[in-house]
């Protein structure tokens, strides 16, 4: 198939060109003057699985013809003459021996990193010890650098780097995937440099960025019949330019880099390395353009010189639209609506991004439309409903069970997924209200039997709850061997549901995913040994997202979502290059916890750049295509973005090229790409709707309530809308399912200690101590609390009043003591046959027979002047019992009442009675009352609230926001 030829034979395809589609072309070329067999003897060996499938389908799509033999670069090992090297130890194995083995080391040394960073570490070491493998470094050549600038940071490395010595060290039959690849790529080298193949093999689509991979392609290029066919290889490039990428600090970044680094192993010039194919690319002078714009930074004075040069312009830039949107959205906005072009005018397009929520973006916008594209990343394993449900199931392994986790759960799809789904869904949802309305925050068998009998719920559905959801939280460490299993049985039984039946948590295609990483993490739990469930809930967490999933469903056949990755073996009519922003193309490089930049390239390893070159690789490939999109987002959510580098340098070339209508050519790019984003702005416009009036209804007299207790008095005042919702509409909001310890909670039990201890102490007044106070208080807060924190808290407050409370409390039983507790109090309101309602905290009566009523409040007591206005609780109290309306009590006069705060210091407000006398209050009281009997009274919402910041119960239902306190009130009567 190749002439004889003295240098090793590289061939290459330009930028922009369909590269498996350009290498099918070449063969059959290449073969059509040979027999039909010549084309069955080539090897032909690719990089990646997917370029395996292209290239299979367009030699399917072309004449009957003998295929070529195609491999896989990774494939090479499983050759007969090659299967004695043992297998590789598989990469989840290595992982949890990494993982035992700095954990140990933590262990030993708490200070040399967090235990939350155990994973992370373990994996980034692999990383290392897998690069180590495939580029040919020695542990010698990492522990013999020079580090007397950063000793104190490289002592806690080499503790590290210990542990990899001891895995690269552990012998020819413990190989990792790497090291064993590397070993019969070597193999496969002597045996050729014995007995060099006569057939031709050809090595096509690497850049040769990985050591083995480079050293197999030298071994190929200098084959009898051995030649390497490059992908995006920049045939405009000068050679002083090629000759200045040999230096990887400063040249890494460059799409080229990779290219001169062959070439220099293989001794070639620029100029040997020939065309695959006659065919031009799809714009040659694009690619003249985006060549000279990328060039090296210290060369970039290049462009001064060649930039008079560059010619056509205007077909270059022709078929490029520059998309730069105000924001991520608006961006993916005008991609869906160009790709809808597509799919409406039969084009095949491509979103070509890194940026993950980009994409989430542009398919959300593409459902408007029905269309589904076809996504090539599909969708982490851990956020499909089986990684969900598994994630679940391990939480209650880690924590406490509360209502939230168990009623994820139990609405989870997977969960209880049998015949009686329904019946399952009806218990849940009188569960879920039970649990808001009593409790308890953390669900346990008692509570759930009592729930199961004040609803009559069935009991096999309770035993299963019971067995499978309480008391799974474990403390001690167990082995992997023993969570995995304690995972797959709890995981199908609360799959399966009370009926027992099998539940559909294996089934289609990401069950059967979670079945596999389940069971590959059976196979090698044996290296894994002792974990918290935390760990193993973490552990759990990464394997399944360390996968993907596709989904099942038809896509568009049109419309495709790529990575970079898929990009370099796809080919597309409209190629839309998304998310061009620094950080997003090229994504920052990762930070290296082990070696800086200069000890990576003295120790031989990868810098960090390379990721960031094979990125430029790729945005000068896609960016040659027949049609192209640039886009970007000027503001992410938070700040003002920094265009991609890339394109930073194409938008600068073109501003700098005047002579030849540069600046002309980059206005054109702009506004057709404006134009794209004006119709999608077209989109988001929302036909006007006028806001919400302040409402104020006026219901009929009949529906109005006859009966509020004293504290909503202050609602009737400051928010009488409230009032209207919760009495003439019934409303009631709906408790929170996560219950945490508020403000009420800690009323109700602030109230409760101060009611057991002051009655306690009424027959003894010995009993008044500090000790007495804070031990009644501990053990009231361990009764009813259930969260240590918030107990720890709240005891210490008790503790810095206790001292003021008792000398105020003493004070106060000079002068008579506590005669009642949570007294009930009534009184009927005449004429207007209208009760007011209430519970006095406590009742003293003074040694002249005078009461005095009290009021404890956790938060801050109302102001004199507040009580006189609003805060009427105390004043309406007193006058009530100089009516006789605590019940047990006759009329009698009210010395005192005062409020107490047991907050964050120790306060007493008194009501103002001298102000404010009884008389008085029931007249302004009745006054109030009659108002909101009235027809033509409405009930304004917030309609003097004590702050623009305070939120009522109903503000949503009134629509807040939409209006403000300065708008007027809006009546409407209702019938």
């Given at each position: 198939m190749f002439e004889p030829s003295p240098a090793p034979r590289v061939f290459a395809v330009p930028p922009g060109s369909d590269f498996p589609k350009m290498l099918v072309q070449g063969l059959q070329d290449r073969s059509a003057a040979h027999p039909p067999e010549m084309l069955a003897r080539v090897q032909l060996v690719v990089n990646t699985r997917r370029m395996a499938r292209r290239v299979r389908d367009l030699f399917d799509q072309g004449p009957a013809c003998?295929?070529?033999?195609?491999?896989?670069?990774?494939?090479?090992?499983?050759?007969?003459?090659?299967?004695?090297?043992?297998?590789?130890?598989?990469?989840?194995?290595?992982?949890?021996?990494?993982?035992?083995l700095i954990a140990k080391l933590l262990e030993q040394q708490p200070d040399l990193a967090a235990r939350s960073s155990l994973f992370d570490l373990s994996d980034s070491l692999a990383a290392l010890i897998d690069e180590m493998q495939g580029e040919g470094v020695s542990p010698d050549a990492i522990r013999n650098l020079d580090v007397s600038d950063m000793s104190g940071h490289w002592e806690r490395a080499q503790k590290f780097i210990g542990i990899a010595d001891q895995i690269i060290d552990s012998g020819p039959d413990a190989l990792d995937v790497q090291a064993r690849q590397r070993l019969v790529v070597e193999n496969l080298i002597e045996r050729w440099q014995v007995a060099p193949p006569q057939h031709p093999v050809i090595l096509a689509g690497s850049t040769g960025s990985r050591g083995t991979t480079l050293m197999l392609m030298e071994a190929v290029a200098r084959l009898p019949q051995g030649a390497l066919i490059l992908p995006g290889y920049d045939f405009d490039q000068p050679d002083r330019v090629w000759r200045g990428l040999d230096d990887a600090l400063t040249s890494e970044d460059h799409p080229q880099y990779r290219f001169r680094k062959l070439m220099s192993q293989l001794g070639l010039e620029p100029d040997q390395v020939m065309p695959w194919t006659d065919d031009q690319p799809p714009s040659p002078?694009?690619?003249?353009?985006?060549?000279?714009?990328?060039?090296?930074?210290?060369?970039?004075?290049?462009?001064?010189?060649?930039?008079p040069q560059l010619t056509d312009l205007d077909g270059a830039t022709k078929d490029v639209t520059l998309v730069e949107a105000q924001s991520p959205r608006s961006e993916a906005l005008a991609i869906a609506l160009r790709l809808r072009q597509a799919a409406e005018t039969g084009q095949t397009a491509a979103l070509i991004t890194p940026d993950r929520m980009l994409t989430r973006q542009v398919s959300a916008a593409l459902d408007r439309w029905n269309i589904l594209p076809d996504d090539s990343a599909g969708l982490p394993l851990q956020l499909s409903p089986p990684g969900r449900f598994l994630r679940h199931v391990a939480g209650l392994f880690a924590r406490r069970l509360d209502g939230e986790a168990l009623l994820t759960l139990l609405k989870h799809p997977l969960c209880h997924d049998g015949d009686e789904r329904g019946a399952h869904l009806l218990h849940t949802r009188d569960l879920e209200l039970d649990l808001r309305r009593h409790g308890p925050p953390f669900p346990d068998g008692a509570s759930l039997t009592a729930f199961a009998i004040r609803k009559e719920v069935p009991e096999d559905w309770v035993r299963w709850l019971n067995s499978h959801f309480c008391d799974q939280q474990i403390a001690d460490q167990l082995p992997l061997?023993?969570?995995?299993?304690?995972?797959?049985?709890?995981?199908?039984?609360?799959?399966?549901?009370?009926?027992?039946?099998?539940?559909?948590l294996w089934d289609k295609n990401a069950g059967q995913k979670a079945q596999g990483v389940l069971s590959a993490l059976e196979k090698e739990a044996q290296h894994g040994g002792p974990m918290t469930a935390h760990d193993f809930a973490d552990l759990l967490g990464a394997l399944l997202a360390g996968e993907e999933v596709r989904d099942r469903d038809a896509p568009h056949p049109h419309i495709m979502i790529w990575g970079t990755l898929e990009a370099r073996v796809q080919g597309a009519d409209l190629l839309i290059l998304g998310g061009l922003n620094e950080g997003s193309w090229p994504e920052a490089a990762a930070p290296d916890p082990w070696l800086n930049r200069q000890m990576r390239d003295k120790a031989g390893l990868l810098l960090p750049e390379?990721?960031?070159?094979?990125?430029a690789h790729d945005f000068q490939q896609a960016i040659g295509a027949p049609e192209v999109w640039l886009t970007r987002a000027k503001r992410s959510d938070d700040a003002e973005t920094v265009p991609s580098r890339w394109l930073n340098r194409l938008t600068n070339l073109l501003h700098g090229l005047p002579g030849q209508g540069g600046p002309e050519a980059l206005s054109e790019m702009r506004n057709k790409g404006r134009q794209w984003l004006q119709w999608a702005e077209q989109l988001e416009i929302a036909p006007h709707i006028e806001p919400a009036t302040r409402p104020s209804p006026r219901p009929p007299v009949a529906s109005r309530p006859n009966r509020l207790s004293v504290t909503e008095i202050k609602r009737l005042i400051r928010d009488p809308y409230a009032i209207y919702a919760k009495h003439v509409l019934r409303l009631k909001p709906l408790d929170p399912l996560v219950q945490a310890p508020d403000s009420l909670l800690r009323g109700i039990v602030i109230h409760e200690i101060l009611e057991h201890f002051v009655k306690d102490s009424v027959l003894d007044t010995a009993l008044l101590t500090r000790d007495n106070f804070l031990k009644r208080a501990e053990t009231l807060l361990d009764q009813h609390v259930a969260w240590p924190t918030a107990r720890k808290l709240w005891l210490a407050r008790l503790e810095r009043i206790a001292d003021d409370f008792l000398a105020a409390e003493i004070a106060r039983r000079g002068d008579g003591g506590p005669v009642a507790f949570e007294a009930a109090v009534k009184l009927l309101l005449t004429p207007l046959d209208f009760t007011i309602v209430g519970r006095a905290d406590r009742i003293d009566r003074n040694k002249r027979g005078a009461l005095r009523i009290v009021d404890y409040k956790t938060g801050t007591p109302p102001t004199e002047s507040q009580q006189s206005k609003f805060d009427k609780q105390l004043l309406i109290e007193a006058a009530m019992a100089e009516e006789g309306g605590i019940d047990g009590f006759d009329p009698s006069p009210v010395a005192e009442a005062i409020f107490i705060g047991m907050g964050g210091t120790y306060k007493e407000v008194p009501a103002p009675l001298a102000k404010e006398p009884p008389d008085k209050v029931l007249a302004e009281l009745k006054k109030l009352v009659s108002a909101y009997l009235e027809p033509n009274q409405g009930f304004s919402s917030r309609r003097m609230l004590h702050k623009d910041s305070d939120v009522g119960d109903y503000d949503q239902l009134a629509r807040f926001g939409e209006w403000d306190r300065t708008d007027d009130t809006t009546p409407e009567d209702l019938t």
């Open positions: 003998l295929l070529p033999r195609l491999s896989l670069v990774t494939d090479l090992g499983e050759s007969v003459d090659l299967a004695q090297i043992p297998p590789a130890i598989p990469p989840l194995q290595r992982r949890l021996e990494l993982t035992q002078a694009r690619n003249r353009m985006v060549s000279l714009a990328l060039r090296p930074a210290p060369i970039t004075d290049a462009w001064m010189s060649e930039g061997t023993d969570w995995v299993a304690k995972l797959r049985i709890l995981a199908e039984a609360i799959s399966a549901g009370a009926s027992g039946e099998t539940g559909t390379r990721r960031i070159g094979l990125s």
